[in-house]
């Protein structure tokens, strides 16, 4: 018998404890309460909030660490997984990538966010390899899709530099800052993940 997507998660983690996922580069682990601060700082700039949907402008006192304080629920409840993007070598957090899990059809949303200061670096198209690669083959998903609005060229890159495919545009889907937004979908079946690997 096939194990569910919430036996898979417990499997993943020890003792249903979230991993670590590592790479060249980066560490991806469980974000901490004292990584708070840095969190409101990277994402308090204005500029992550203006391509992301779901970062409030402005970022304030408390936000990061209600945040960070539900992430072991979501993660327990397999419902959420969300990392921190930290560099291996000077142990430095310089964003965050999360799967949200939809357990009935074996498929989960991608979303991440890089600080400014660690634009152009390649740390996100590094951490969603990894990430993709725990998804199929740590949690048993099917499929991996994520969205970006359209002005926002950069986060379209990585989803093609991790090997999902453009399945169309939603126009004016979202509203941002008062003006409509059009989101293009990117996705990735686990069955050519495999095959690329």
Avoid at 56 to 61: F, K, T
Avoid at 168 to 184: A, C, M
């Amino acid at each position: 018998m096939t194990p569910s997507l919430t036996e898979n998660l417990k499997i993943a983690g020890t003792m249903n404890k979230q991993p670590e996922l590592k790479t060249e580069r980066l560490i991806l682990r469980p974000f901490r309460p004292d990584d708070a601060p840095i969190v409101q700082k990277l994402a308090g700039d204005k500029a992550i909030a203006d391509t992301t949907l779901n970062i409030p402008h402005p970022y304030e006192d408390g936000v990061a660490e209600s945040w960070i304080a539900a992430h072991a629920d979501n993660f327990e409840q397999g419902k959420i997984v969300t990392f921190a993007i930290t560099v291996r070598e000077e142990k430095l957090l310089v964003g965050s990538i999360a799967l949200a899990i939809n357990k009935r059809f074996e498929r989960a949303e991608m979303g991440y966010w890089i600080g400014k200061p660690y634009w152009n670096k390649g740390y996100c198209t590094e951490a969603a390899k990894a990430l993709l690669k725990y998804g199929f083959e740590e949690l048993k998903l099917n499929r991996i899709f994520a969205h970006y609005l359209v002005r926002n060229q950069s986060s379209g890159r990585v989803m093609e530099k991790m090997g999902m495919k453009y399945e169309g545009t939603f126009r004016g889907h979202i509203k941002r800052w008062n003006d409509y937004e059009d989101l293009n979908l990117y996705a990735i079946l686990r069955k050519e993940f495999i095959k690329d690997s």
